[in-house]
């Protein structure tokens, strides 16, 4: 056995003897690693064997293991690590400012299995055989999602979200160069002034990050509910509801779907509803909730800001066969007034490349709208368009 298995194993057996909780109490559990691992190495020298010369890097490679995600933590405590996965235990990958690559990093499947174990403990939710897909939030707020055998061809696969914490505020993303100063102004004003704001782009493109950096534009004056699947908007404010929905348990019974969030958080008297991504019939319940005076925000997968629209108007016709889209073109057309389109290059450059203001007007079936930011022209620095802010013209 290895001597930080070992050691692991040891200080685990005397915190719970003891009755300590390591994310409470950490200095006794540095204390307990660092007496465990000089334990070793007395031992160790009294028989002649492999001593462990760096005691502080044992030490934390212990604590990760015993309070942490183990050979994971690294990679996770790695602030310009924004995801981490798994295509097995000898297959780690990490995506670094958008660019992917793989590190030489190698488990066991009983490591592997014994990871996800440890982090689907406090989140109430499961995988197994009946259940093999499982999405869940970590501590820190990162995504997790598991998919097992058999619906994955040989090994488990896991994927981590983080969602780095300085990336939270718009004058962050201005800093790192995701939009203009500009651009970050307008957008803060029009979340405060009560504006409905759409955040479109595709997978990967930051459209959860500039979400949430537009929330905490608002967060301070109004009250703010949110809907998720899975917990990912870190939102923190004074008057701030997160909303998760829930799995159906072993029996069938007990599931809690988007849908019935969205109709519970409009009896929560929320300023501001916002629906972490949406992608099925929870879309019609959005429409409906931003047609009774809410205003809102959400995003939703789409190759641009017009195509996101578009899905807008279709994904509620999954509700059910008495929606029609006459009913919906209209409905949004009333609700919405931005939609900001995020990408990302093949650099991993991430940036808003476009903003849609919305005229309010239908014509034939459509829903007209300006492009006020950036545009289908590709140009790198986009150019604001102020006359036609008129629509939005109040949050200026």
Known sequence: MQPTVLVSERVRQRLRAEGTDPTLDAETAHGVALAEVRRFNDAALARGGTLIDDEAGCVRDVLAAVNGFGALQPLLDDPDIEEVWLNGPDSVHVARRGVAQRVDLHLTESQMRDLVERMLQSTGRRVDISQPFVDASLPDGSRLHVAIA??????????????????????????????????ADFLGTSMRAGKTVIVSGATHAGKTTVLGALLASCVEVQRVITVEETFEL???????????????????????????????????????????????????????????????????????????????????????????????????????????????????????????????????GQITARSVYGGADGARTATWRRADLRRVGGAL
């Open 150 to 183: 058999d619906v994955v061809r040989g090994s488990w696969s896991v994927n981590i979200r983080k969602f780095l914490p300085r990336y939270r505020t718009l004058d962050a993303l201005v800093s790192d160069g995701a939009l203009t100063a500009d651009l």
């Open 234 to 364: 870190a939102v923190t404010g004074p008057d701030v509801v997160a909303l998760q929905s829930r799995q159906a348990s072993l029996e069938g019974t007990g599931e809690i779907s988007l849908r019935r969030l969205v109709k519970e958080a409009l009896r929560m008297r929320p300023d501001r509803l916002v629906v972490g991504e949406v992608r099925d019939a929870e879309a019609l319940d959005l429409v409906l909730a931003l047609n009774t005076g809410v205003p809102g925000a959400a995003t939703v997968h789409a190759n641009s800001a017009r195509d996101a629209l578009e899905k807008l108007t279709l994904l509620p016709l999954l509700a059910g066969r008495n929606i029609e889209r006459s009913f919906l073109v209209p409905a949004l057309a009333g609700s919405v007034d931005l939609v900001v389109h995020c990408e990302r290059d093949g650099s991993g450059v991430r940036r808003v490349r476009e903003v849609l203001a919305l005229t309010g007007e239908v014509v034939d």
